[in-house]
């Protein structure tokens, strides 16, 4: 299992960014992706997930509102816009892929950073 993130960059404060995660090398009707994000200093964290059959997003509070996950279940891709970014939405972001403890997979992480 490959998942490939893209989408990450430098933005101003109040600005947009899209993020794109597609999982390959597998069937993943039952799976839930998503995304978690590491600032330097802090631990990991999630941001949000959706099941990629059933949809259903979830979001953490400190960016529900400004953040829409969404999935193209086809394509086993899942598209995080995020809105109206701040500087403290600077972090590593990583795709996941999951369906229990042992079918868990992480993508290599994307930077976004946001100036203010």
């Known amino acids: 299992v490959q998942l490939q993130a893209s989408g990450g960059g430098l933005v101003q404060a109040g600005g947009s960014l899209k993020l794109s995660c597609a999982a390959s090398?597998?069937?993943?009707?039952?799976?839930?992706m998503g995304w978690f994000r590491q600032a330097p200093g802090k631990e990991r964290e999630f941001i949000s997930s959706i099941h990629l059959t059933l949809g259903r997003a979830r979001y953490a509070d400190s960016v529900r509102g400004r953040f829409t996950l969404s999935r193209d279940s086809a394509k086993s891709t899942v598209y995080l816009q995020m809105n109206n970014l701040n500087p403290e939405d600077t972090a590593v972001y990583y795709c996941?892929?999951?369906?229990?403890?042992?079918?868990?997979?992480w993508g290599k992480g994307t930077q976004v950073t946001v100036s203010s």
């Open positions: 996941r892929l999951w369906y229990s403890t042992i079918k868990d997979y």
């Open positions: 090398g597998g069937s993943f009707d039952d799976f839930y």
